[in-house]
T-cell receptor
């Protein structure tokens, strides 16, 4: 089945220790997104790629970076995680950009910062 | 600013009908999505409305009134598995997706 895969599902890191979250898709979609979602809050868009064209949201902290080495894979790097970065990180894809396409989400990675 | 308003939490009884409202104030409008999100899981697509009116899809229906900046999601014949958060999201004039915080729906037997 075509899908969006995120690894790991649960990630524990220490305060200030860099961590990388990964996402892959078999849907062959052009657009990939990274969201941060805290409990009972709306998903917050961090980055999105249209193909390899990188788009950084204006209020995404510098502590977050992203890479999309090819169409199928996307990575989220958190350089120095703080306690406030503990959240669910969701990867999503859509066939095209422009916001009007349905987004397909991966199962998410829940990040705990100790 | 841009704003999406949904009730924080609703409770309904198994077998009943529930309506979850969403009002929005955004810079322009290019459509409205409803997503379902079970606790600890990713959102899944339910519906997309861009024209006024009601769209029915099985037990779920979604309504849009662009002039009122208003949508609702109607769930019929509620089942325990419908316990989840329901997220409203609007596409603005820049084709950015603006998300609401979601409505947590609790179903009681």
């Amino acid at each position: 089945d075509a899908m969006v895969i995120q690894n790991p599902r649960y990630q524990v890191t220490q305060f200030g220790k860099p961590v990388t979250l990964s996402c892959s898709q078999t849907l062959n979609h052009n657009v990939m997104y990274w969201y941060q979602q805290k409990s009972s809050q709306a998903p917050k868009l961090l980055f999105h790629y249209y193909d390899k064209d990188f788009n950084n949201e204006a209020d995404t902290p510098d502590n977050f970076q992203s890479r999309r080495p090819n169409t199928s894979f996307c990575f989220l790097d958190i350089r120095s995680p703080g306690l406030g970065d503990a959240a669910m990180y969701l990867c999503a894809t859509s066939r095209e950009g422009g916001g009007v396409d349905e987004q397909f989400f991966g199962p998410g990675t829940r990040l705990t910062v100790l | 600013g841009q704003n999406i308003d949904q009730p924080t939490e609703m409770t309904a009884t198994e077998g009943a009908i529930v309506q979850i409202n969403c009002t929005y104030q955004t810079s322009g409008f290019n459509g409205l999505f409803w997503y379902q999100q079970h606790a600890g899981e990713a959102p899944t697509f339910l519906s997309y409305n861009v024209l006024d009116g009601l769209e029915e899809k099985g037990r779920f229906s979604s309504f849009l009134s662009r002039s009122k900046g208003y949508s609702y999601l109607l769930l019929k014949e509620l089942q325990m598995k419908d316990s989840a958060s329901y997220l409203c999201a609007v596409v603005d004039s820049n084709y950015q997706l603006i998300w609401g915080a979601g409505t947590k729906l609790i179903i009681k037997p």
